[in-house]
């Protein structure tokens, strides 16, 4: 049977700003070299709140992969996948969305 791990984070994005985001898979202390899957979903859907009754959506500006290597893995034995991830807020307030990470192995 395969083993679901999920991780998620909540991220804000202040009022009237584009900011760049820096995530990646696997975290420094989760490693599943033996993954069957590994998937990872940034929702740029705000969370919305009592405060607002109206929030516009965030716009994805620019997405980049790109790869990093630690101590503990090289190059020739493992990497990390980093995505680095533009957004947008056109909001005249500070915007909370959500990343997640979902490996199944």
Do not use: C
């Not at 033996?34 to 500006?61: C, G, M, Q, R, W």
């Not at 630690?70 to 947008?88: I, K, R, S, Y």
Request: charge should be negative; charged fraction near 15%; aromatic fraction near 16%.
């Amino acid at each position: 049977m395969a083993n679901v791990h999920h991780i998620t984070g909540s991220y804000t994005i202040p009022a009237k700003s584009t900011e760049v985001f820096t995530f990646w898979w696997p975290s420094p202390y989760l490693h599943f070299t033996n993954a069957k899957a590994v998937y990872f979903d940034v929702s740029i859907n705000p969370e919305f709140d009592s405060e607002h009754a109206v929030i516009t959506p965030l716009v994805e500006v620019k997405r980049e992969r790109t790869f990093f290597f630690e101590v503990e893995n090289d190059a020739a034995t493992f990497n990390n996948t980093m995505l680095l991830f533009t957004l947008q807020n056109d909001n005249d307030f500070p915007v909370t969305f959500l990343a997640a990470h979902v490996v199944i192995d």
